[in-house]
């Protein structure tokens, strides 16, 4: 038995006792508790059921260790799932059945967290730590720096934006070198006006930053001044890696491009189709009358070099009107696994003898063994022959023809490059190049049907062309082929 003083010194000791101890009944109402901090009280508890107190749950708590201690009838200890975002919880408990002979009579809760007291200081550190974490770990860029501009903060992403690794950003960079210009100065005062976000904040401004490299890199930069007790301390600014969006802003944009110039070709497709047709037979017709005048009359040397003349013109008109029909897809296309290199060199071998191309020289990088690609033979050596006499028209017969081949890095498209060193496209006229009838040559000297037709082949075949040039520096024509067709190129052809 247990003397009076023996028993108060025990609930003494229990009160003074750093961890929450109580009581509860196996149907978890709280007999008696401690009172460990001064957030809850003893007075409070007692008749209430803990889920209730300590949880805010009308029912018992999953997981919880008076219940496990209940239906086993064994001390338990209950660990409580912690992240690093509940600083403040408690994370462990404990508990045990008090018997009376053989009956479950009470249990005893207590918390297995460290004393109150104590906790606050692990408290800071692990919200630090989380800190950190959340700082390290951001997506974009976090930089931190004094009223002199030097480095608190940096992080990973930081480093991918800026090029400095951590430790060289904290030892010798200061925040005004990351600005090029004087782009630091003008960040800071618009930091401090109230248009940019409200006073001393700066919200979604795009600006360059210097990469270490010395390139510029297009960010949009979150910013805000930092205050302790009123006075400056520091700046902290998040920035955002604009270069990803904005290349597939260009792709987007050079994809409507296509698009609406694929439409405007299919339209005038139709159009050159029925003009062609109807262009067909009088030509026919005049041919046709114009010779039997030759054949069945006597005629004055100057009627029949009329004669003549009129022949050649209607054979002209008939190449347009043949070009029209391959243009408007009037004929069947024949695909067939073809080695483009082949047909590189037959196109080279055709035009290499013509004068025109006497003082070309011709520079070939063809790739080795480059997969067969499947193509219309026939339709592939007139896209050729249609860039490389531009090429050398361009360059009035004289420089640098280049030709390369190769795999592209996906495997799945052979590229080809024709380059010329002639004097190169204005950029005004470059997007329209690719226009039927579009031509800056003399009249009678070209139709300008030949890179609509370039065009027309390449998409027939499911693949891309681009020019790329400047003036004074030569114009290079890119083309991606695919190497299988898919199931409907060349079908269309048949319309
Ligand atoms: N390699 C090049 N260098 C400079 N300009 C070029 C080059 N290739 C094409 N061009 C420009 O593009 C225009 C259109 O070319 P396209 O082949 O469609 O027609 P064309 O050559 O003028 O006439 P056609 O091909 O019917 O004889 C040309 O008139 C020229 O201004
Ligand atoms: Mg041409």
């Known amino acids: 038995m247990r003397s009076k003083t023996e028993h108060e010194y025990l609930l003494k000791a229990i009160d003074a006792f750093q961890r929450r101890l109580i009581v509860v009944s196996p149907d978890f109402t709280i007999l008696a508790a401690n009172c460990p901090t001064n957030d809850i009280c003893e007075s409070d508890m007692v ?38 975002l509940d600083l403040g919880r408690i994370p462990c408990f404990y ?21 109150d007291s104590g906790s606050i200081q692990e408290k800071l550190q692990k919200a630090n730590a989380l800190l950190r974490n959340l700082i390290l770990s951001a997506v974009d860029g976090v930089i931190a720096a ?12 930081a480093s991918e934006v800026f090029g400095y690794t951590i430790d060289e950003a904290l030892a010798e960079l200061n925040i005004c070198d990351i600005y090029p210009d004087d782009i630091a100065y003008e960040v800071m005062a618009k ?29 949009s930069l979150n910013a805000a001044i930092v ?62 009358f114009a010779k039997l005048i030759m054949e069945e ?29 391959e243009f408007s897809r009037q004929t069947r296309y024949l695909m067939q696994p073809q080695n483009i290199n082949q047909a590189i060199n037959r196109t ?41 006499l531009n090429a050398a028209q361009a360059m009035k017969g004289n420089g640098t023809l280049s030709i390369c081949s190769f795999l592209t890095e996906s495997e799945q498209q052979v590229r080809i490059e024709i380059a010329d060193t002639g004097p190169g496209i204005p950029q005004h006229i470059l997007p329209r190049i690719f226009e039927p009838f579009f031509t800056t040559k003399q009249e009678g000297e070209g139709t300008g049907l030949g890179l609509s037709l ?13 020019a790329s040039s400047q003036v004074g520096d030569g114009t290079k024509f890119i083309i991606e082929l695919p190497i299988r067709a898919s199931e409907t190129q060349g079908e269309d052809r048949e319309q």
């Open 348 to 388: 080279l071998f055709l035009i290499e003898n013509q004068t025109l191309f006497h003082n070309i020289q011709i520079e070939k990088a063809l790739a080795q063994s480059l997969p067969l690609v499947s193509v219309d033979i026939q339709q592939i050596n007139h896209l050729f022959m249609n860039i490389i």
């Open 227 to 288: 205050y302790e007790k009123g006075q400056e301390i520091a700046t902290i600014g998040f920035f955002h890696d604009l270069r990803e969006k904005i290349q597939m802003q260009r792709e987007l944009e050079k994809t409507q491009l296509q698009l609406l110039q694929s439409e405007k070709m299919a339209s005038l497709g139709k159009l050159a189709a029925g003009v062609a047709h109807q262009l067909n037979n009088p030509l026919g017709g005049i041919t046709l």
């Open 95 to 115: 508990s045990y059945p008090i018997y009376s002979g053989d009956k479950l009579e009470a249990l005893v809760s207590m918390d297995f967290d460290i004393p």
């Open 146 to 157: 004094d009223k002199k501009g030097q480095i608190l903060i940096f992080n990973e992403a």
């Open 297 to 325: 009359y006597e005629l004055a040397d100057g009627a029949k070099e009329d004669l003549n003349r009129i022949l050649k013109d209607a054979e002209r008109c008939r190449d347009t009107v043949k070009e029209l029909l």
């Open 191 to 219: 930091m401090r006006s109230d248009d940019y976000g409200g006073k001393d904040q700066l919200h979604s401004y795009q600006v360059d930053i210097a990469h270490k490299s010395g390139k510029r890199v297009p960010i």
């Open 47 to 84: 008749g209430a059921k803990c889920h209730h107190v300590f949880h805010d749950r009308d029912s018992p708590c999953e997981n919880c260790a008076v219940q496990e201690a209940k239906d086993s009838g064994k001390p338990t200890l209950s660990p409580q799932p912690l992240s690093s």
């Open 454 to 466: 370039v065009y027309s082949i390449v998409e027939n075949h499911g693949g891309t062309i681009r």
